[in-house]
């Protein structure tokens, strides 16, 4: 195993004391959340197959920089940062409800390019 990371070389990004345990338990976090939002839920099947198969990964490896490296995008406080951006943006699906029907019709033309003068 190699020695303690000094710096992650990224400006503001601090190295992670103890990166398994903070990325289980925000893996954790984000899966009751993805729980409370129905199954047919486009996003929920999505972001939970994502999050299981990297909750996976970290389970079987004791090792951050194996991890990072099955993960593939970026250092462990980098998939730290994402992790937390994404339990915000589930907790906000969960109010926003979009797999709910429109209040009203949409108007005819609204998703034709360019727009309709």
Sequence with gaps: MAGVKATTGLTGLAVAKNPHHSLGVLYSKI????????ESAAYRKHTEEIIKERSQMLKANACIETVEKQIGCGQIEEVIVQAENELILARKMLNWKPWEPLLKQSPPNQWSWPPVQ
């Design 31 to 38: 899966l009751r959340t993805l729980q409370k939002m129905p």
